[in-house]
């Protein structure tokens, strides 16, 4: 308010996905409405319930963000008339592509974090030469089961391939059978299916809990070294490890013999104008500056994607060196499986990847996930 001289009254909602649509159709939506994924927006775009930012709030985007065009292609929808425009501004954002270890236990070992994929590979080879286990992965979350294995797909699919086949593989105009899609299904097993390289053999991934499996970094002996997820899963840790001390991360490293810059996955909430005013307007213009992300970066549970905002501000290490890996992104690309339907990503792809860590054949997987979605249209 002190910023813009708009009043701001703010309302949660537990219903959102629901709410907003309702209240957009009956003309009564809120001036600014914040979306914790894109795909609701664009629906609403396309019926023409979400106002256009104008040219100069799109170039701030792409020269104040890191990977500022991706930002701005993540908010630009069509619209009711079947033109692209550009809608919203992302603030705060979620990390996903990252490896969890305990500095003590590869301390001990003398190994050094990778910073190149084929330094990873290479590292989960060593460890198994020296006797341990590499990697603990699961899969298991109850009614969710399997979405874990989306995300090391989506993550590894940026390393393999140029950022236009994730965007199209998205909207499944790459097929799900492409060989560029098996082929990066196949990648995630030669970590997954190996039995000497996951905590419990190949056959648990499936079968492990997703909030249990990281607990193998912390045993002793430890029965595993790394962990792949997201910002998230140190609140799953056990309570006395301290993260930064106890447990840290790395960048989840690109091909260097591939050469598609750093690229990184992850999700964010999207503030779009659902109902025009000039107050609206200048709190978009609010939100994109240095200062509202800032204010929320000295607090806690913020991660900031503005290129010219003061690291030093975050009131943590980890969240300093979770910004810095979103500052050195050059591509940012929002979880694959959020923005596909939700029979095929929260449903189909979910199923496939479990039946996949089980031993059945990559094509045959795909082939299934994209006879469902053939289904689907």
Partial sequence: EKATGADVSYAGSDSFEQQIVIDSQAGSAPNIAIFPQPGLAADLASKGFLTPLSDTVKKGIQDDYAAGQSWVDLATFTNASGKQDFYGIFYRADLKSLVWYSPDNFDDAGYDVPETMEELKALTQQIVADGGTPWCIGLGSGAATGWPATDWVED??????????YDKWVTNEVKF????????????GWFARNDDYVDGGAGAVASTDFRDSPKGLFASPPKCYMHRQASFIPAFFPEEVEVGLDADFFYFPSYEAKDLGNPVLGAGTLAAITADSKGARAFID????????ELWMAQTGFLSPHGKVNPDIYVTETARKQGEILHDATTFRFDGSDLMPGKIG????????????????????????????????
């Avoid at 590894?156 to 086949?165: G, H, K, M, N, S």
């Avoid at 609010?286 to 992300?293: K, Y």
């Fill in 156 to 165: 590894l699919l940026l390393r393999l391939q140029p950022a236009d086949v």
């Fill in 346 to 377: 929260a449903g189909s792809f979910w199923t496939g990847m479990v039946d996949y860590a089980g031993g059945e054949d990559a094509k045959d997987v795909a082939d299934s996930i994209q006879k469902t979605w053939d289904a689907l249209k």
């Fill in 177 to 188: 059978n492409d060989p560029r899609i098996v082929e990066t299904i196949n990648e995630f």
């Fill in 286 to 293: 609010f939100l994109r500056s240095p200062i509202a992300h």
